[in-house]
């Protein structure tokens, strides 16, 4: 299975600041990586797929980059409705996997 | 307006069986890619099972022989059958829709409960 790691797992930051959530694969998995966030007690919600890819409706402070093995996930201005945890998942091969995950709060 | 609306789940004892399912409206579930996602208490999302539209089912090897994924065209929903449940099954199960590519989950339901305990 691909394993995949992401860091940092919480994170504490500012309204207004930059965010970055890293995402590594263990093999080359190309750009099939997708990003969901997820509100407590809701269903993950998906924000980008194929790496670089906004989906349709999500703002556009939200962008996505990375292609192999090295992702990367940016918040370009904290805004308080963003607080939730964030997952990368590849889809590569099965089983799709995901990264355990990044909460993100307000400092 | 896609919807999907995942019941059946509960508490069970381990080792007792389950069957969850995920009615679909606005979209027709036999010629979607449908996917079977949990996430146990507190954790991270782990991707359970797949049915692709052709019919092909792929499963993780945590549940591969004791959970089967399927669909009914006539009623528009996807069921998950649990067997020989354990308390590791503890988890929201989620069903989900990819509209194109197997993989890109775009629609998620809003998950059903299930407790394996005795």
């Known amino acids: 299975d691909i394993q995949m790691t992401q860091s940092p797992s919480s994170l504490s930051a500012s309204v207004g600041d930059r965010v970055t959530i890293t995402c590594q694969a263990s093999q080359d998995i190309s750009n099939y990586l997708n990003w969901y966030q997820q509100k407590p007690g809701k269903a993950p919600k998906l924000l980008i797929y194929?790496?670089?890819n906004l989906e349709t409706g999500v703002p556009s402070r939200f962008s996505g980059s990375g292609s192999g093995t090295d992702f990367t996930f940016t918040i370009s201005s904290l805004q308080p409705e963003d607080i939730a945890t964030y997952y990368c998942?590849?889809?590569?091969?099965?089983?799709?996997?995901f990264g355990q995950g990044t909460k993100l709060e307000i400092k | 307006e896609v919807q999907l609306v995942e019941t059946g789940g509960g508490l069970i004892q381990p080792g007792g069986s389950l069957r969850l399912s995920c009615a679909a409206s606005?979209?027709?579930?036999?010629?979607?890619?449908m996917s079977w996602v949990r996430q146990a208490p507190g954790k991270g999302l782990e991707w359970v099972s797949v049915?692709?539209?052709?019919?092909?089912?792929y499963y993780a090897d945590s549940v591969k022989g004791r959970f089967t994924i399927s669909r009914d065209n006539s009623k528009n929903t996807l069921y998950l059958q649990m067997n020989s449940l354990r308390a590791e099954d503890t988890a929201v199960y989620y069903c989900?829709?990819?509209?194109?590519?197997?993989?890109?989950?775009?629609?998620w339901g809003q998950g059903t409960l299930v407790t394996v305990s005795s």
């Open positions: 049915i692709y539209s052709g019919g092909s089912t």
């Open positions: 998942q590849q889809y590569d091969n099965l089983p799709n996997t």
């Open positions: 989900a829709r990819a509209i194109a590519v197997a993989g890109i989950w775009n629609y």
């Open positions: 194929d790496a670089s």
């Open positions: 606005g979209f027709t579930v036999s010629s979607n890619y």
